[in-house]
Protein backbone atom coordinates (compact mmCIF):
# COMPACT_ATOMS: atom_id res chain seq x y z
CA UNK A 1 0.00 0.00 0.00
CA UNK A 2 1.57 3.40 -1.02
CA UNK A 3 2.27 6.21 0.97
CA UNK A 4 -0.75 8.31 -0.67
CA UNK A 5 -3.35 5.92 -0.23
CA UNK A 6 -2.29 5.17 3.42
CA UNK A 7 -2.94 8.89 4.04
CA UNK A 8 -6.04 9.55 2.14
CA UNK A 9 -7.52 6.37 3.27
CA UNK A 10 -6.68 7.87 7.42
CA UNK A 11 -8.41 11.25 6.03
CA UNK A 12 -11.40 9.17 5.06
CA UNK A 13 -11.20 7.60 8.52
CA UNK A 14 -11.33 10.99 10.22
CA UNK A 15 -14.35 12.24 7.72
CA UNK A 16 -16.45 8.74 8.75
CA UNK A 17 -15.82 8.80 12.53
CA UNK A 18 -16.40 12.67 12.97
CA UNK A 19 -19.51 12.40 10.56
CA UNK A 20 -20.69 9.31 12.68
CA UNK A 21 -19.81 10.81 16.26
CA UNK A 22 -22.31 13.84 15.28
CA UNK A 23 -24.98 11.64 13.65
CA UNK A 24 -25.39 8.75 16.48
CA UNK A 25 -23.91 10.83 19.16
CA UNK A 26 -20.72 8.47 20.67
CA UNK A 27 -17.04 9.46 20.47
CA UNK A 28 -15.09 8.32 17.19
CA UNK A 29 -13.27 5.67 19.09
CA UNK A 30 -16.12 3.05 18.19
CA UNK A 31 -15.88 3.54 14.86
CA UNK A 32 -11.72 4.34 14.54
CA UNK A 33 -10.59 1.21 16.31
CA UNK A 34 -12.13 -1.08 14.01
CA UNK A 35 -10.89 0.45 10.77
CA UNK A 36 -7.44 1.29 12.06
CA UNK A 37 -7.46 -2.80 12.66
CA UNK A 38 -8.16 -3.06 9.12
CA UNK A 39 -5.56 -0.39 7.72
CA UNK A 40 -2.98 -1.74 9.83
CA UNK A 41 -3.57 -5.46 9.10
CA UNK A 42 -3.81 -4.47 5.29
CA UNK A 43 -0.66 -2.71 6.12
CA UNK A 44 0.95 -5.81 7.07
CA UNK A 45 1.70 -4.42 10.43
CA UNK A 46 1.97 -7.89 12.83
CA UNK A 47 -1.30 -8.92 14.10
CA UNK A 48 -0.13 -9.41 17.51
CA UNK A 49 0.22 -5.50 17.87
CA UNK A 50 -2.59 -3.70 15.69
CA UNK A 51 -5.15 -3.78 18.12
CA UNK A 52 -2.52 -2.25 20.66
CA UNK A 53 -1.76 0.66 18.18
CA UNK A 54 -5.30 1.12 17.10
CA UNK A 55 -6.43 1.54 20.36
CA UNK A 56 -3.48 3.68 21.71
CA UNK A 57 -3.94 5.73 18.62
CA UNK A 58 -7.73 6.00 18.82
CA UNK A 59 -7.01 7.81 22.66
CA UNK A 60 -4.63 10.23 21.59
CA UNK A 61 -7.13 11.68 18.68
CA UNK A 62 -9.71 11.66 21.55
CA UNK A 63 -7.78 14.03 23.25
CA UNK A 64 -7.93 16.66 20.49
CA UNK A 65 -10.91 15.66 19.68
CA UNK A 66 -12.38 15.67 22.96
CA UNK A 67 -11.19 19.06 24.00
CA UNK A 68 -13.18 20.97 21.44
CA UNK A 69 -16.32 19.18 22.88
CA UNK A 70 -15.18 19.76 26.51
CA UNK A 71 -14.58 23.41 26.00
CA UNK A 72 -18.00 24.05 24.31
CA UNK A 73 -19.27 22.83 27.24
CA UNK A 74 -17.31 24.45 29.66
CA UNK A 75 -18.29 28.06 28.15
CA UNK A 76 -22.39 26.63 28.44
CA UNK A 77 -21.74 25.77 32.26
CA UNK A 78 -23.01 22.33 31.34
CA UNK A 79 -19.84 20.62 33.10
CA UNK A 80 -20.69 19.67 36.90
CA UNK A 81 -17.54 20.58 38.50
CA UNK A 82 -17.57 19.06 41.87
CA UNK A 83 -17.94 15.36 39.99
CA UNK A 84 -15.90 15.56 37.53
CA UNK A 85 -13.16 16.44 39.84
CA UNK A 86 -15.02 13.41 42.45
CA UNK A 87 -14.34 11.29 39.47
CA UNK A 88 -10.72 12.78 38.26
CA UNK A 89 -8.78 10.58 40.48
CA UNK A 90 -10.22 7.55 39.69
CA UNK A 91 -10.44 7.80 35.83
CA UNK A 92 -6.54 8.59 35.65
CA UNK A 93 -5.68 5.42 37.88
CA UNK A 94 -8.35 3.17 35.66
CA UNK A 95 -6.94 4.63 32.75
CA UNK A 96 -3.35 3.63 33.74
CA UNK A 97 -4.63 0.26 34.93
CA UNK A 98 -6.64 -0.34 31.78
CA UNK A 99 -3.51 0.21 29.49
CA UNK A 100 -2.05 -2.15 31.78
CA UNK A 101 -4.38 -4.49 31.41
CA UNK A 102 -4.20 -4.69 27.36
CA UNK A 103 -0.86 -4.85 27.73
CA UNK A 104 -1.15 -8.18 28.99
CA UNK A 105 -3.38 -9.38 26.74
CA UNK A 106 -2.48 -10.84 23.00
CA UNK A 107 -4.13 -8.73 19.93
CA UNK A 108 -6.64 -11.46 19.38
CA UNK A 109 -7.91 -11.85 23.04
CA UNK A 110 -7.81 -8.12 22.89
CA UNK A 111 -9.91 -7.89 19.78
CA UNK A 112 -12.36 -10.70 21.28
CA UNK A 113 -13.00 -8.88 24.25
CA UNK A 114 -13.75 -5.49 21.90
CA UNK A 115 -15.81 -7.20 19.84
CA UNK A 116 -17.99 -8.55 22.89
CA UNK A 117 -18.02 -4.95 24.64
CA UNK A 118 -19.35 -3.52 21.07
CA UNK A 119 -22.32 -6.09 21.06
CA UNK A 120 -23.27 -5.29 24.14
CA UNK A 121 -23.47 -1.28 23.67
CA UNK A 122 -25.58 -2.44 20.27
CA UNK A 123 -28.03 -4.33 22.37
CA UNK A 124 -28.13 -1.94 25.17
CA UNK A 125 -29.09 0.34 21.84
CA UNK A 126 -31.31 -1.63 20.35
CA UNK A 127 -33.54 -2.59 23.42
CA UNK A 128 -32.94 0.87 25.45
CA UNK A 129 -31.19 -0.77 28.67
CA UNK A 130 -30.32 2.52 30.74
CA UNK A 131 -30.34 3.28 34.33
CA UNK A 132 -33.24 5.04 35.04
CA UNK A 133 -32.25 8.73 36.26
CA UNK A 134 -32.41 9.16 39.66
CA UNK A 135 -31.15 11.40 42.49
CA UNK A 136 -28.93 9.13 43.85
CA UNK A 137 -26.09 10.96 45.91
CA UNK A 138 -22.94 9.93 44.95
CA UNK A 139 -20.14 9.52 47.82
CA UNK A 140 -16.37 10.31 47.17
CA UNK A 141 -15.70 5.97 47.19
CA UNK A 142 -18.53 5.50 44.98
CA UNK A 143 -17.31 8.73 42.31
CA UNK A 144 -13.45 6.97 42.53
CA UNK A 145 -15.11 3.25 41.73
CA UNK A 146 -16.88 4.59 39.05
CA UNK A 147 -13.94 6.88 37.56
CA UNK A 148 -11.86 3.74 38.14
CA UNK A 149 -14.14 1.67 36.35
CA UNK A 150 -15.20 4.34 33.14
CA UNK A 151 -11.43 4.96 33.34
CA UNK A 152 -10.21 1.42 33.07
CA UNK A 153 -13.35 0.10 30.05
CA UNK A 154 -12.30 3.15 27.91
CA UNK A 155 -8.85 3.28 27.91
CA UNK A 156 -8.71 -0.58 27.29
CA UNK A 157 -10.82 -0.34 24.18
CA UNK A 158 -9.77 3.52 22.93
CA UNK A 159 -13.45 5.21 23.51
CA UNK A 160 -14.26 8.38 25.43
CA UNK A 161 -16.42 6.17 28.54
CA UNK A 162 -19.38 8.67 27.35
CA UNK A 163 -21.63 5.16 27.11
CA UNK A 164 -20.67 4.81 30.82
CA UNK A 165 -20.27 7.91 32.23
CA UNK A 166 -23.36 9.49 30.83
CA UNK A 167 -25.90 7.18 32.63
CA UNK A 168 -24.04 6.91 35.86
CA UNK A 169 -24.37 10.71 36.04
CA UNK A 170 -27.85 11.12 35.34
CA UNK A 171 -28.36 8.31 37.88
CA UNK A 172 -26.27 10.40 40.47
CA UNK A 173 -29.28 13.14 39.89
CA UNK A 174 -27.78 15.52 36.52
CA UNK A 175 -29.57 16.69 34.26
CA UNK A 176 -28.81 15.11 30.56
CA UNK A 177 -26.97 18.41 29.60
CA UNK A 178 -24.85 18.20 32.97
CA UNK A 179 -23.91 14.48 31.79
CA UNK A 180 -23.34 14.94 28.68
CA UNK A 181 -21.15 18.07 29.71
CA UNK A 182 -19.26 16.36 32.39
CA UNK A 183 -19.13 12.96 30.61
CA UNK A 184 -17.11 15.44 27.68
CA UNK A 185 -14.73 16.65 29.97
CA UNK A 186 -13.98 12.69 31.70
CA UNK A 187 -13.40 11.90 28.35
CA UNK A 188 -10.08 14.15 28.16
CA UNK A 189 -8.15 12.52 31.38
CA UNK A 190 -8.55 9.21 29.98
CA UNK A 191 -7.62 9.73 26.50
CA UNK A 192 -4.19 11.56 27.73
CA UNK A 193 -3.42 9.20 30.30
CA UNK A 194 -3.73 6.37 28.05
CA UNK A 195 -2.58 7.44 25.18
CA UNK A 196 0.61 8.60 26.83
CA UNK A 197 0.55 5.08 28.95
CA UNK A 198 0.27 3.20 25.46
CA UNK A 199 3.21 4.99 24.32
CA UNK A 200 5.39 3.76 26.92
CA UNK A 201 3.48 0.53 27.22
CA UNK A 202 5.27 -0.12 23.46
CA UNK A 203 8.25 2.05 23.48
CA UNK A 204 10.81 0.18 21.89
CA UNK A 205 8.72 -2.76 20.56
CA UNK A 206 10.87 -4.35 17.48
CA UNK A 207 6.69 -5.21 15.74
CA UNK A 208 6.23 -1.13 15.88
CA UNK A 209 5.90 0.38 12.03
CA UNK A 210 8.01 3.54 11.06
CA UNK A 211 6.29 7.02 12.67
CA UNK A 212 4.68 4.99 15.07
CA UNK A 213 6.33 6.13 18.78
CA UNK A 214 4.84 3.29 20.97
CA UNK A 215 1.14 2.14 20.37
CA UNK A 216 0.55 5.39 19.14
CA UNK A 217 0.74 5.47 14.81
CA UNK A 218 1.26 9.29 14.10
CA UNK A 219 0.58 9.64 10.18
CA UNK A 220 -3.29 7.64 11.35
CA UNK A 221 -2.98 10.64 14.32
CA UNK A 222 -3.05 13.67 12.32
CA UNK A 223 -4.88 12.41 9.29
CA UNK A 224 -8.01 11.49 11.64
CA UNK A 225 -7.79 14.70 13.25
CA UNK A 226 -7.58 17.18 10.74
CA UNK A 227 -10.93 15.40 9.19
CA UNK A 228 -13.07 14.67 12.09
CA UNK A 229 -13.45 17.75 13.49
CA UNK A 230 -15.12 19.61 10.77
CA UNK A 231 -17.19 16.35 9.52
CA UNK A 232 -18.84 16.03 12.88
CA UNK A 233 -20.64 18.96 12.10
CA UNK A 234 -22.27 17.40 8.82
CA UNK A 235 -23.25 14.55 11.13
CA UNK A 236 -24.77 17.01 13.71
CA UNK A 237 -27.09 18.34 10.87
CA UNK A 238 -27.81 15.11 9.29
CA UNK A 239 -28.98 13.86 12.66
CA UNK A 240 -31.23 16.61 12.42
CA UNK A 241 -32.76 15.35 9.57
CA UNK A 242 -33.24 11.98 10.00
CA UNK A 243 -35.48 10.08 12.33
CA UNK A 244 -34.29 9.16 15.60
CA UNK A 245 -34.98 5.67 16.17
CA UNK A 246 -33.75 5.02 12.54
CA UNK A 247 -30.67 6.22 13.55
CA UNK A 248 -30.14 4.10 16.81
CA UNK A 249 -31.50 1.43 15.09
CA UNK A 250 -28.87 1.71 12.21
CA UNK A 251 -25.74 2.26 14.25
CA UNK A 252 -27.00 -0.63 16.51
CA UNK A 253 -26.86 -2.45 13.26
CA UNK A 254 -23.19 -1.33 12.37
CA UNK A 255 -21.72 -2.18 15.80
CA UNK A 256 -23.88 -5.52 15.71
CA UNK A 257 -21.52 -6.34 12.13
CA UNK A 258 -17.90 -4.42 13.72
CA UNK A 259 -18.55 -6.96 16.94
CA UNK A 260 -19.11 -10.01 15.71
CA UNK A 261 -16.34 -9.28 13.12
CA UNK A 262 -13.83 -9.16 16.16
CA UNK A 263 -15.81 -12.02 17.79
CA UNK A 264 -15.74 -14.17 14.79
CA UNK A 265 -11.97 -13.72 13.56
Known amino acids: ?26 GGGLIIVP ?23 SLATIVVT ?10 KGSIHRS ?4 LLPG ?11 AGNLSGTVLG ?16 GLSPRPGALV ?22 GGGAMTVPWLSRCGATMTQAVGTSAACGLPIAAVGAITFIIMGWGNPLLPAWATGFVMWPAFFAIVLTSVPFARVGVRLAHVLSARVLRLCFALLLTVVGLRFVLA
Open 83 to 86: WFLA
Open 1 to 26: MSVLVTLLGYLGLGAAAGTMAGLFGV
Open 138 to 159: PGKFSMLVAGGVVGAISALFGI
Open 112 to 127: TLFGIFVLLLAAKMVF
Open 66 to 75: GASSALGHFR
Open 91 to 101: LMLGAIGGVFI
Open 35 to 57: VLVFAFGLQNIPSDITMHLAVGT
